[in-house]
């Protein structure tokens, strides 16, 4: 069952994705209690935007925009930002957020898929995903087109569940994960793809920490740090592209 699970063909994950769309943001923030909003706004926070000379910022795997306006509200509107992601469905109702927010001029989605970038080499100040990097079919090759899409000195900001490893709260977190969030998730949601059992399986087989740190190092990025959010349940990944930054010509 965990094999059918975790099939992350891109056939697959962009139906599942699509199938919740409707119930995406409404779960997301219960299921969380509310705390992914903060993730977003510490992310910003950590790795906060660069003067527009800098070049625009890329949003991937978007999903309904959380991130991407997030990031427009940390640059005042003043830094050109495009969110990318391949599901239909959720680009919809980020280009929906976005007009409500009023930053529809801004803010502009793209449907993309994240292994093959519609992007020129070394476009973008920062590269951001949240909560995407382990639905991508190959890891590697997401990575590798979101370094190649960074300008010299730009930045890679992954946001991402993690396992927490307090031998208490640990436990009492995998207890939720692994039953409660599954059960609700799908009673509210109805995915036929299964997706929110696929969620816990998905974040238990995927590294983590200086497991996923290795890998920005493999693509090439230097002064890659992590930080752990909420006793590990997610956590920010940041590398920098090597190289002296230089403004827009």
């Known amino acids: 069952m965990a094999e059918d699970l975790l099939d992350k063909r891109e056939v697959r994950i962009r139906r599942m994705f699509g199938q919740i769309a409707p119930w995406y943001d409404f779960l997301n923030h219960l299921l969380s209690l509310n705390i992914d909003k903060r993730w977003r706004e510490r992310t910003a926070k950590l790795v906060p935007p660069a003067p527009a000379d800098r070049g625009p910022i890329l949003d991937l795997c978007t999903g309904t925009g959380d991130l991407a306006l997030v990031y427009d509200r940390a640059a005042g509107g003043a830094v050109p930002i495009v969110g990318a992601d391949f599901c239909t469905e959720m680009l919809v109702r980020a280009g929906e957020k976005a007009r409500a927010a009023?930053?529809?001029?801004?803010?502009?989605?793209?449907?993309?898929?994240?292994?093959?970038?519609?992007?020129?080499?070394?476009?973008?100040?920062?590269?951001?995903?949240?909560?995407?990097?382990?639905?991508?079919?190959?890891?590697?090759?997401?990575?590798?087109?979101?370094?190649?899409?960074?300008?010299?000195?730009?930045?890679?900001?992954?946001?991402?569940?993690?396992?927490?490893?307090?031998?208490?709260?640990?436990?009492?977190?995998?207890?939720?994960?692994?039953?409660?969030?599954?059960?609700?998730?799908?009673?509210?949601?109805?995915?036929?793809?299964?997706?929110?059992?696929?969620?816990?399986?998905?974040?238990l087989k995927f590294p983590d920490y200086e497991d996923l740190a290795a890998k920005f190092r493999a693509h090439g990025l230097a002064e890659v740090r992590y930080e752990p959010l909420t006793f590990g349940i997610a956590t920010l990944y940041v590398g920098v592209k090597p190289g002296d930054p230089a403004p827009v010509t």
């Open 102 to 203: 009023g930053a529809a001029g801004r803010v502009t989605f793209v449907e993309a898929d994240a292994q093959s970038l519609p992007f020129g080499t070394e476009s973008f100040q920062l590269v951001t995903n949240a909560f995407g990097l382990r639905n991508i079919t190959d890891t590697d090759r997401g990575l590798a087109e979101m370094v190649r899409v960074l300008r010299p000195g730009g930045r890679l900001a992954v946001l991402e569940f993690s396992k927490p490893r307090h031998w208490f709260f640990g436990r009492i977190y995998r207890a939720y994960f692994r039953y409660v969030l599954p059960l609700l998730g799908q009673l509210l949601s109805r995915s036929k793809e299964s997706a929110y059992r696929y969620l816990p399986e998905s974040v």
